[in-house]
């Protein structure tokens, strides 16, 4: 068994989807299918339950799931050895505009965990650039948002959380229990600066064009509704200060937090780092 058919099965058995694997592992589906039916032949046994309802593991594939989740870790641990040996143990850790996500948290205490030698690097963007660096190698790989332009990134969901409008507390549509973008027509929102990434800038402003404040961090964000009674998405996770309301927005898909890396980059820290990430944003 070669560790990067491993991969393959533990992608499969996580997402229970083999479209959705193939999405996580930047690969098309047919020669994940394939590489799927050799492990099982090279086993000897069924591991996953096919069926029009979706994919399910069977016994042996879950006794095989804790198996490759126990060499892969130790394939990682392998790596950042050599790594250490080599004086690079370390990875920089691209955060966009506020890092007090309790995802974020248990992901910093679960690495630490696994890898109490490695040097951790932190760099914190504001909103105008959700790869946090990586596009100027600024990063090894980042914790953000999307949507962003994903050519030549790597990028694993780790989480969606659904989005509200932020207003003022005494705005007239303040005690509404919900909102949909077409209420907020006409308004004035906090935008992003010309030249930050199309896509994001259109999730943030409700898909459409708007006037308003230019705005670079969090905090501009809130000052804009404070002092302007502008109006602006943010996850409803979020907790505002009691001058703002925060009203869930139906028909927005719901803000993605995922981990994004170069697709060529080898770094030894990269696959730990994001299989961690992904068990402690879940939890």
């Known amino acids: 068994m070669e560790l990067r058919t491993l991969r393959y099965f533990v992608a499969v058995a996580e997402e229970l989807h083999f479209g959705r694997a193939a999405t996580r592992l930047h690969m098309s589906q047919p020669p994940l299918s394939r590489a799927i039916k050799q492990l099982e032949g090279d086993v000897g ?10 994919v399910s593991l069977t016994p042996a594939g879950a006794a095989l799931l804790e198996e490759a989740r126990t060499l892969l870790d130790r394939a990682d641990r392998a790596r950042v050895r050599v790594a250490a040996a080599a004086g690079a143990a370390t990875i920089t850790v691209g955060i966009l505009g506020d890092g007090t996500d309790p995802g974020a948290s248990r992901l910093a205490a679960a690495f630490r965990g696994r890898h109490p030698d490695v040097e951790v690097r932190v760099r ?3 909103l105008t650039d959700p790869t946090c660096g990586l596009r100027a190698g600024l990063v090894d790989v980042a914790l953000t948002r999307g949507p962003f332009d994903e050519r030549g990134l790597a990028v694993r969901a780790l989480r969606g959380d659904p989005v509200g409008a932020v207003l ?6 303040a005690g509404r229990d919900r909102l949909k973008p077409a209420d907020l027509a006409g308004r004035r929102w906090f935008r992003f600066p010309e030249g930050t990434d199309p896509l994001w800038r259109s999730y943030w402003n409700g898909g459409e064009p708007r006037e308003g404040p230019v705005v670079r961090v ?4 809130v000052q804009a509704v404070l002092w302007n009674g502008t109006v602006g998405i943010a996850p409803l996770g979020n907790r505002p200060s009691p001058q703002l309301a925060l009203v869930p927005l139906t028909d927005m898909a ?10 060529a980059d080898t770094h030894p820290l990269l696959g730990s780092f994001v299989r961690i990430a992904t068990a402690a944003y879940r939890g």
Do not use: F, K, Y
């Open 124 to 126: 914190e963007t504001d």
């Open 254 to 263: 719901p803000s993605r937090v995922v981990a994004a890396w170069n697709e």
């Open 45 to 54: 046994a069924a591991l996953l339950h096919r069926s029009a309802a979706g």
């Open 168 to 173: 003022r507390a005494d705005d007239p549509l």
């Open 218 to 221: 969090v905090q501009e964000c």
